[in-house]
């Protein structure tokens, strides 16, 4: 009985202090979980759930190993090769996410001209073209900085200058759709859904519309 109800008290007193300290431990978790979602990521046609099951896989790999060598008394040197294959594993998700990112970039940007050069050429003139295609460029590397202010300004700057060019629809699109994505990881973790909702709002300052909210 005492034991049962020294495990209880622990029990209680983890939970309340993981409620009093909630506002911490979740920016914590943001630094950590936020960087190594965007190394996991590929693709949105991969669902971020399978980049970190397969991640998972590898440190659990490693963990199994640690403790068979320390079970059996094996040399520790064996721990090389699940180490050789986490290092693998992430360089291969790497180079995967750096080819479809380029893959794909190549696409929508030769699509997005198409479209411009279609119906969008008489809207913007030629240094117009060139300011958005800066301010467009400057609030995608904000996006990756993750300063969310900083592109959400640019993006509804890029909309004054740009209202009518296809890029802004298309664009929005994409943020919309990484905001879905990221709205089912964190769907039950409300001091993480501001990353979402960050992704809503580039949809919406693209496009000119209210933002969505991430529930």
Sequence with gaps: MKDGKSVFVVLALTVFIVYVMR??????????????????????????????????????????????????KLDYKLLVYPGLALLI???????????????GGESNSNS?????????????????????????????????NERYESAEELFIKAASLGKGDA??????????????????LFQRDSQLKYIPNYYYKYAAALTNKPPKVCK
């Design 23 to 72: 506002n911490f431990l979740g920016s914590l978790s943001a630094f950590f979980f936020v960087p190594m979602d965007n190394l996991l990521f590929i693709s949105h046609s991969i669902p971020p759930v399978v980049m970190w099951m397969i991640f998972g896989l590898l440190i659990g790999l490693i963990y199994g190993s640690f403790v068979s060598i320390k079970k059996f």
């Design 89 to 103: 594993g992430v360089s291969l998700i790497l180079l995967a996410s750096f080819v479809a990112d380029k893959m």
């Design 112 to 144: 997005k001209m198409e479209v411009a050069d279609g119906g969008n050429r008489k809207y913007l003139s030629s240094a117009n073209r060139v300011k958005l295609d800066k301010i467009l460029e400057k609030g995608i590397l904000a996006v990756e």
């Design 167 to 184: 890029r802004l629809d298309s664009l929005a699109k994409v943020y919309t759709n990484i905001a879905k994505d990221k709205c089912t």
